[in-house]
Nanobody
Framework: QVQLVESGGGLVQAGGSLRLSCVAS???????MGWYRQAPGNQRELVAR???????EYADAVRGRFAISTNKARNRWYLQMNNLKPEDTADYYC?????????WGQGTRVTVSS
């Protein structure tokens, strides 16, 4: 399995920006790498992910405001979040999917004040 560690969360005012980072240790042969979020009382939901071959998916709620990217080694990926809204407040988790397992980070909290 691989260990994922997120960083970059925090408190920001509406309209501001944050950049989340995820670092993967161990094997990095992933089918998909992404970001999910979970707000209090809600289910965890996809925010953005990169699938092998390069295709990228975004949740409708963040398309045009958030951007996912990865380094060439595909052992770090990022979520640039712009024009943040209070409804973006959640715990954000990075995620990696390989042939044989799915790994999650421990989560990083993003709080957007109005």
């Amino acid at each position: 399995q691989v260990q994922l560690v997120e960083s970059g969360g925090g408190l920001v005012q509406a309209g501001g920006s944050l950049r989340l980072s995820c670092v993967a240790s161990g094997s990095t042969s992933f089918r998909a790498m992404g970001w999910y979020r979970q707000a209090p009382g809600n289910q965890r939901e996809l925010v953005a992910r990169i699938i092998t071959g390069g295709s990228i998916e975004y949740a409708d709620a963040v398309r045009g405001r958030f951007a996912i990217s990865t380094n060439k080694a595909r052992n770090r990926w990022y979520l640039q979040m712009n024009n943040l809204k209070p409804e973006d407040t959640a715990d954000y988790y990075c995620n990696a999917v390989s042939v044989s397992y799915t790994s999650w980070g421990q989560g990083t909290r993003v709080t957007v004040s109005s």
